[in-house]
């Protein structure tokens, strides 16, 4: 492994959110419980899209939502499934890291209850959350029989996860509580307050139906019918109110915007930055909206009329529980985005304080109410996806050209930086990815599901396009990854009209574009290059998908300059009958030809098993049984200079040279890290270093 001066520096404090459960406790069947508000997920064979899967969604960017905001914060599922016996096994542990606050979101149903040895494990687990400074303990229970545990679990306070009949109401409830509980940690221990703003006329109704919605949740509310005394300054009163820890709620009705007061509330919680939310009950219109209130937010408030001689009607009192959930959203969404930033400047060591931070984006309103701040710093910085080039050509006119980024668009720049000499921009690679899925146990292993691995791709594949690379992939146009590839240029559109090709290359194996359900779907957004099949011999033609697909791999290898690898299959198929994993095949063909090599382990799979190679830990065993599901390289010879199983992995060991042009120190972080600011980092530095090489 090559040595370089420069490294990136270890991150600031982060939080970790991590869900304990076992899945005998969640038997409604596959997407009963998933609300109206989050995307319907695809199923993964050993995870249900349950409440532990919304809470990763919830925080994680994923496929289905590329086009909008999430905080990225890291979510792990720790749970465990039934062995051939029938017997569940216990969670992967939950490590507490020094200098991390830690989230533990711990399921309690009747499952878990009737196991000894889970409640022993989860004692444990409570005993040490205790003793953690920055760790906090959350038990849901699932059912009315886990509070009495309360002592037995250490005297905890368990979210009652069984009053609500309305499964969905019940996962809306739960995912309040831990949303609650992060903006509490993001935001130093202080509860969050919510200023909810409304006309009297036609508004106030609804507004108390909120607060009193609030209050039964434990978030209290501020709502000036009730709280502005007599003789009292108004301005002044409000003012104080909407201090920077709070959420502004708008009750927007048909005199919301024509009156001053609610007007100049908006405006107030705009300027100063407050996360903001709108409750659209408009009836027959308004003749102006209010700028402030726009690009935030607006859940549709469709509930029977409620009057002040009934109590809220259930649909009200569900309408008010949605805007908490998006009100407590947008809370968590902008306290962690900020420090995410703190964390991407600590990883070049670039100077993040003189960042103006910014979330959601901004619009026209936000950008010159912060004006003054952008004047020294210049730089604003919100969360992906970037804004269209319209819309941030225009804006940027208003600041007197202040620069508006994204982490995506930062990230190249600070790889430049962090090399010194000016920040020279490395010549556009075309990089080969290889990411498959793991087998199910090693992701549960790790507390993982599929759902990582695909924001592991997403991650990787729009850094590197916004670096300017070319991507390659080799695969399926209707399967795996390339769809999520044809989302991702649809979303950004890296590829612009001055571009002479496409950025996304996708090299199509001859027996798959040969087949009469080949359609060449996705050439729309990608280059499809049919690769020529192998050579049939007599005999043979059993063994075409894997001659033809190694006849691909080594011509991807061939055009490009730098291959990705992480995860991959290592699920023994029936013995002798083939290759084995693409991840495998493809880090040896980029090792055999000296191409760099990043390898990216901690997902499990073939990935898991070249790092432990490269750390001279591997497993005899491991290898032993994997050894006889491989074809023999006498069975592949009709693909030319064959290889087999020890090939593949024997090209691997501790004297073995990436060519990556990342430190010793880096390339472990890469190889073991989970991280995907810090993989999606310690990849656009080496592909720079590469590239200005």
């Known amino acids: 492994m090559s040595k370089e001066e420069t490294t990136v520096a270890q991150p600031p404090i982060a939080v970790t959110v991590r869900v304990v459960w076992r899945p005998d406790d969640f038997p409604e069947p596959a997407g009963s419980p998933v609300s109206t508000e989050l995307p319907a997920p695809t199923v993964p064979p050993t995870l249900p899209p349950t409440l532990p899967v919304q809470l990763f969604q919830l925080l994680q960017p994923h496929q289905q939502v590329l086009t909008s905001e999430r905080s990225g914060m ?49 004692r444990a687990l409570r005993r040490r959350i205790g003793d953690i400074v920055g760790a906090e303990f959350l038990p849901i229970a699932l059912t009315e029989r886990a509070l009495l545990f309360g002592h037995d679990l250490g005297e905890f306070n368990a979210d009652r996860a069984f009053d609500d009949s309305s499964p969905i109401e019940r996962d809306r409830g739960v995912r309040i509580t831990v949303l609650r509980t992060l903006a509490r940690m993001l935001n130093g221990g202080q509860k969050i307050h919510s200023f909810v703003s409304h006309a009297k006329t036609d508004g106030s109704r609804v507004g108390k139906v909120l607060a009193a919605t609030l209050d039964q949740l434990n978030a209290e509310a501020w709502i000036d019918v009730e ?35 609610c007007r100049w509330e908006a405006q107030i919680a705009k300027e100063r930055g407050l996360a903001m939310v709108v409750l659209d009950m408009v009836t027959e219109g308004q003749r102006r909206s209010v700028p402030a209130l726009g690009n935030v937010p607006v859940i549709r408030f469709n509930a029977p009329i409620v009057d002040d001689d009934a109590p809220p009607s259930v649909e009200a009192i569900v309408a008010c529980r949605r805007v908490i959930e998006a009100v407590l959203l ?32 901004p619009d026209l309103i936000s950008l010159v109410c912060r004006r003054a701040q952008l004047a020294l710093s210049n730089v604003a910085v919100y969360p992906d996806p970037p804004l269209p080039s319209f819309e941030s050509e225009m804006l940027r006119s208003a600041v007197a050209g202040a620069r508006l980024e994204t982490p995506l668009s930062l990230l190249p720049e600070l790889a430049a930086r962090s090399l ?69 240029e649809r979303t950004y559109r890296f590829t612009t009209e001055d571009d002479e090709e496409r950025r996304l290359v996708n090299y199509v194996a001859g027996y798959l574009h040969r087949a009469e359900a080949f359609t060449g779907e996705m050439a729309d957004v990608m280059e499809i290059v049919k690769v020529s099949p192998a050579p049939v011999e007599a005999g043979g033609e059993a063994l075409i998908p894997l001659n033809d697909l190694t006849v691909m791999r080594r011509r991807m290898t061939a055009e490009t300059d730098v291959r ?98 990342l430190s010793d120190d880096e390339n472990l972080r890469l190889a073991v890290s989970t991280d995907l600011d810090e993989i999606a980092a310690l990849i656009v530095l080496a592909t720079h270093r590469i590239g200005t090489t």
């Open 564 to 661: 990705i690898i992480a995860a991959g299959d290592l699920t023994p198929g029936s013995p002798g009958s083939r290759r084995g994993p693409g991840v495998l095949e493809e880090s040896y063909l980029a090792m055999e030809a000296g191409q760099p090599l990043l390898v990216i382990g901690g997902f499990g799979g073939a990935g898991r098993l070249l790092v432990d190679a490269l750390l001279g830990r591997s497993d005899a065993n491991e290898i032993d049984r994997l050894r006889g599901h491989f074809a023999s390289k006498a069975t592949l010879a009709v693909a030319g200079e064959p290889f087999a199983f020890d090939d593949m992995l024997g090209g691997f060991s501790p004297a073995s040279r990436l060519n990556n042009r």
């Open 420 to 488: 010194g000499g000016g920040g020279v921009a490395p010549r556009p690679l075309r990089v080969a990815i290889s990411i498959s899925k793991p087998p199910a146990g090693e992701l549960l292993r790790a507390a993982m599901s599929d759902y990582h691995v695909d924001a592991l791709f997403l991650a990787a594949c729009r850094f590197l396009l916004a670096a300017g690379h070319t991507l390659a992939y080799g695969g399926d146009p209707l399967k795996n990854f390339t769809e999520a590839l044809g989302d991702i």
């Open 74 to 122: 890291p979510v792990f599922l720790h749970t465990a499934v039934a062995d051939a016996s029938g017997i569940m096994a216990l969670p992967p542990d939950v490590p507490t890291p020094a200098g991390e606050q830690t989230l533990v979101v711990v399921f309690v149903g009747e499952a878990m209850l009737n196991d000894s040895a889970w409640m022993k494990w989860v």
């Open 330 to 361: 947008e809370r968590v969404n902008s306290l962690y985005f900020a420090r995410r930033v703190q964390k991407l400047g600590a990883q070049f060591a670039a100077a993040v304080d003189e960042w103006t931070v910014f979330s959601p984006a």
């Open 227 to 261: 709280q502005i005394e007599a003789g009292r300054n108004f301005r002044q009163v409000l003012a104080t109110a909407l201090d920077r820890d709070s959420v502004f709620v708008a009750v927007v009705s048909d005199a919301y915007a024509t009156r001053e007061w």
